[in-house]
């Protein structure tokens, strides 16, 4: 049943294309300016430079993609916007999780569910984001799990270095 789904979305008209009768939602009508979309990445960028971003400059209706929880700016704007977690909350809550590949299968939502006619960078590029990603979690190494026995105790594991 999801594959049927995806085909018929995939076959649909492009929101700016002239076949396309219901756009963002079907709120414009086909031949409206702002029934194009385009993906603004805002990864990585200081409140300043973020808050500045949704200032009308794109031509088009723009969805943002931020990496920042505070949604205020995009809510008091009523702009559209998509999110995904920072780095360091990665590293900070599921290191071994395969992030690169969660993100690059949002990544393909999120173009197949606004379909952009383009895709901006005001922050880091989103293919250097998922790659960024990859590099942090490199590194990770799983904690060691090492039995430790106490007499007429059943087996505990503990992490090396914790008590």
Do not use: C
Request: aromatic letters at 10%; glycine letters at 8%; proline letters at 9%.
């Amino acid at each position: 049943m999801f594959q049927l789904i995806s085909e018929e979305v995939r076959d649909m008209p492009l929101p700016h294309e002239p076949g396309n009768k219901a756009n963002i939602g079907g709120m414009l009508p086909a031949g409206e300016a702002r029934a194009k979309i385009v993906l603004v990445s805002l990864l990585e960028l200081v409140d300043a430079d973020r808050r500045s971003a949704p200032d009308g400059r794109f031509g088009a209706t723009p969805v943002f993609v931020t990496d920042n929880p505070d949604f205020s700016i995009f809510v008091a704007g009523r702009h559209l916007y998509e999110y995904f977690p920072p780095i360091q909350d990665q590293l900070a809550h599921e290191p071994g999780r395969d992030w690169a590949a969660y993100l690059v299968r949002r990544l393909r939502i999120i173009l197949d569910k606004w379909r952009p006619v383009t895709v901006a960078s005001m922050g880091t590029d989103l293919h250097a984001f998922v790659e960024k990603v990859r590099l942090a979690h490199a590194g990770y190494q799983p904690p060691q799990f090492v039995a430790a026995r106490h007499v007429g105790m059943p087996v505990t594991y503990m992490v090396d270095g914790s008590q």
